[in-house]
Each structure stands twice: as structure tokens, then as C-alpha cells.
């Protein structure tokens, strides 16, 4: 089965920096999907970013973009100008057919 | 925003009783998983289903069973609660693997 590893439990920017979140993972398989996912206070799952393992292109939307390096199974979030609502926990994501989440990291914008 | 609702939101019920949650969904979506949130866990698959009577188990299935009659309804069962299985539980929704859509989580207590 797929694992995905977020390796930072807790991160803290300072307002309109930049802050980059890590996560890696594990699969044999060449084709699949990789979300980060934000969770605030509110416990509601939004979905930040998505890449598909086929594109070598990396996502950007907006203020957050990915680093996605396939052969070093990696996947980070990188978040450019810092707001105060960027605060909350983000989830690092892998699909396939079921679907495996990271731990978690615990993001705190700082004013 | 995607149609998925999951009901009850909210349930305190007592060690060794029976307890369906049940998920709802209007997008006609192949997948559906049903997920736990523990603090330090981030979120665990709980169980998954590609298809009607199509289910398979994810990383934390003992002592949970789903059933899915119908595409639009997902059922999550605790046979006996526990109050390990006291925690916050997520629905979620996919076609395909290109995204995926949350419901708004259920508290469960037991007591």
C-alpha cells in the first residue's frame, strides 16, 4: 500500500513571507494523483492544489505552487506571500484508487 | 460545492452499542471512502468503495463495516463501539482520482 510522509509536525512564517511544506511518498505504481489539502479551525476539508504524476509541469494556483520531483517521490507546497487565513493544518495527499493522507503539519502565520 | 452530506454530525453513544454513519452524495462518483482524524494521525482510510457491493478495507478497518446498496449511500458501521473509536470521521467522494470532495465530519463519542 501507498505511504505518504510529512516529516514537519509544526511550522510557523511570519506574515507575506514564503513557506515551503514537505511531503513525501511511496508507490510503485507510474500514474496517480497528489492533493494538498487545507484544514482550518472549522475541521473543512478544501482542496489547495492538485498534480497529476503524468504532467512533469508543476501546479500553480494562485499564491501556493508544488514541487513535484517524481523519481525522488516527492511533493512540497511551497505558499508565497503568507496571509493570516493560510493558518491551518495542511494534508498531503495520494490517490490511486484508495486514497492515503500524511499526518499532517500544523502551519501558523505569524502577524 | 460538491454534493455530500454526511449524517449525524454529531453522536455520543455508549461502549458495546451498535452506530451507522452514513454518507450521502448527489455527484454520482465511483469512489467513496470513509476516514478517521486522530490528533497526530492525520486522516486514516477507514474502508473504500469503487463500485455498489465493490468495497475493500484501508489501513484501520478492524472493528468497522461498510456496506454501499446504492452509488449515492456509503454506510460505516461500528458492530460494538469502543472508546478507541471515539474520533472524528470524515466521507469523502472521487471519480476517477482527479479530486476528491469532503463531507463535513462526524463527531463521534463514546462513552
Known amino acids: 500500500a501507498q505511504t505518504v510522509t510529512q516529516s514537519q509536525p509544526e511550522m510557523s512564517v511570519q506574515e507575506a513571507e514564503t513557506v515551503t511544506l514537505s511531503c513525501t511518498y511511496d508507490?510503485?505504481?507510474?500514474?496517480?494523483?497528489l492533493f494538498w489539502y487545507k484544514q482550518p479551525p472549522s475541521r473543512q476539508m478544501i482542496l489547495v492544489i492538485r498534480?497529476?504524476?503524468?504532467?512533469?509541469q508543476n501546479a500553480t494556483e494562485n499564491r501556493f505552487s508544488v514541487n513535484f520531483q517524481k523519481a525522488a517521490k516527492s511533493f512540497s507546497l511551497k505558499i508565497s506571500d503568507s496571509q493570516l487565513g493560510d493558518t491551518a493544518m495542511y494534508f498531503c495527499?495520494?490517490?490511486?484508487?484508495?486514497?492515503?493522507f500524511g499526518a499532517g503539519t500544523r502551519l501558523t502565520v505569524k502577524p | 460545492d460538491a454534493g455530500i452530506t454526511q449524517s449525524p454530525r454529531h453522536k455520543v453513544t455508549e461502549t458495546g452499542t451498535p452506530v451507522t454513519l452514513r454518507c450521502h452524495q448527489t455527484?454520482?462518483?465511483?469512489?467513496m471512502y470513509w476516514y478517521r482524524q486522530d490528533p497526530g494521525h492525520g486522516l486514516r482510510l477507514i474502508h473504500y468503495?469503487?463500485?455498489?457491493?465493490?468495497?475493500d478495507k484501508g489501513e484501520v478497518s478492524d472493528g468497522y463495516s461498510v456496506s454501499r446498496s446504492k452509488t449515492e449511500d456509503f454506510l460505516l458501521t461500528l458492530e460494538s463501539a469502543t472508546s478507541s473509536q471515539t474520533s472524528v470521521y470524515f466521507c469523502?467522494?472521487?471519480?476517477?482520482?482527479?479530486?476528491?470532495?469532503f463531507g463535513q465530519g462526524t463527531r463521534l463519542t463514546v462513552v
Open positions: 469523502a467522494i472521487s471519480e476517477s482520482g482527479r479530486v476528491a470532495f
Open positions: 508507490t510503485s505504481e507510474n500514474n496517480y494523483y
Open positions: 498534480q497529476e504524476a503524468y504532467k512533469q
Open positions: 495527499a495520494f490517490i490511486l484508487n484508495d486514497m492515503r
Open positions: 455527484e454520482n462518483h465511483r469512489y
Open positions: 468503495s469503487y463500485g455498489v457491493k465493490d468495497t
